[in-house]
Structure formats: C-alpha cells, structure tokens
C-alpha cells in the first residue's frame, strides 16, 4: 500500500531484529519444534498477534510464549515447560538477529536520503545490539546512520507512553507529527503509542495476521520504498 511520510522512526524488535532463530531453534527442538529459521520467524509475528489480541502489556508475555512453541510445533504435552524454558532464554540480549530484507531496506531508504530512527521498549542494549548486529547507529559509522536511537529504559518512558517520542522528535523537528512514520510491530505498544503522539502508525504484519485492521499495515520495511 501507499504510505506518504518525510521521515521514518523504527521500532527494534520484530522491524529490524528477532529473537535469535539460531538459538531458539536448538532450544525447542527436544520438544518437537521446528528448527527452521522461517518457521521462528513465523512464530514470532504470530506471538506478537496473540499478545496483541490479549491486550498485553510490556512486562506480559504469556500469550507470546505459548503462541510462539505451539507455532513452531512443540508437542501439546510439553507446550507448558516449552513455554518456560523460552520465557527463560529469550532475553533482551537475544534480540539480535537482523531481518535480512529489512537490511535491503535501510539501506535503499538511507541511499534515498530518508530521516531515520529507532525508538525501541529495551532493556539498556538496544543502541549496542543494533550497533554489533550491524543494522544501524546513531549518528554516522559502518552501518545505516540513525538520527538518533532512543531506548525505553535509558529514557525511563516505555510505549504505548507517547512521551517516548518526544525524546526523538527533536531530531526530526523540520517535519510535522503526522507526516513521521512509526513501524512497529504491536498493537498495543506500537499502534497505540504511536498514535497517541500524532505519528502515522504502520504495523508490520508479513503472515497477515491483522487482515481487517483500521491501520495501516505492511508485509516489509521494503514496502515503504
């Protein structure tokens, strides 16, 4: 679809980065899982719907965890221990392998001359972990160059809190709220927050699973080129 915009802000997880398939992979494999990074990825915006649909918060991830082992086809008596044993190893950190046609994207984008951003619910890591991924940094370097990259628990405002943004928007001060995209990849974090600070909001949904939803949505950061 066509989305008009002067600027981008990005979230991290899910737009630029998943939870490394590499380890999840081997992880649930003894439980019957799928090792194939396509079937994580799969199980990840699959996850985020599930957490989307039960209204969950940022500190919430049950309906992820269960979603995600149930979608990479863990066996239904161990979906439980399954469960725990993700919640356990999928922590901040692992939130650092890059999305390969997002890669192709920010780098057209950036070729373009488009303002970009990262504006990302974290845990301190998330300028680090994008930076050794090399996805992007703020300011200029090897990678993407980002106007700035903010980080929810450096800043003390988390989404869907509009006021995350505001601790980014200085940097894109020559354009007006609504002509700055916001990609996310949850409702309530992202669709949310970024609504509430008069961003457009655009939620990145590969597998179509918000088919029906009253924003707008798109399959790959490459849709926006």
Request: aromatic share 8%.
């Amino acid at each position: 679809m066509g989305i008009d915009y002067d600027a981008i802000l990005f979230d991290a997880g899910g737009v630029l980065v998943l939870p490394d398939p590499t380890v999840l992979g081997p992880l649930l494999e003894p439980y019957g899982g799928d090792p194939s990074v396509e079937v994580h990825r799969r199980a990840h915006y699959a996850a985020m719907a599930a957490k989307s649909r039960e209204l969950e918060g940022e500190t919430e991830w049950d309906s992820y965890n269960v979603t995600y082992v149930r979608t990479v086809g863990v066996r239904d008596d161990l979906v439980h221990h399954a469960s725990v044993v993700l919640d356990h190893t999928r922590t901040a950190h692992l939130w650092r392998w890059a999305i390969p046609e997002t890669l192709t994207a920010l780098a057209a984008l950036a070729e373009r001359g488009v303002p970009m951003g990262v504006v990302s619910n974290a845990s301190g890591q998330v300028e680090a972990a994008l930076a050794v991924a090399e996805i992007c940094q703020a300011g200029d370097g090897p990678c993407t160059s980002m106007r700035v990259v903010i980080d929810s628990h450096v800043v003390g405002v988390a989404k869907p809190d509009p006021r995350i943004f505001d601790f980014a928007l200085p940097y894109f001060d020559e354009f007006e709220r609504d002509r700055i995209v916001y990609v996310g990849d949850s409702v309530v974090m992202d669709i949310g927050g970024a609504t509430a600070a008069g961003l457009t909001p655009v939620l990145i949904d590969p597998y179509d699973d918000h088919e029906g939803a009253d924003f707008a949505r798109i399959r790959a950061v490459t849709d926006l080129l």
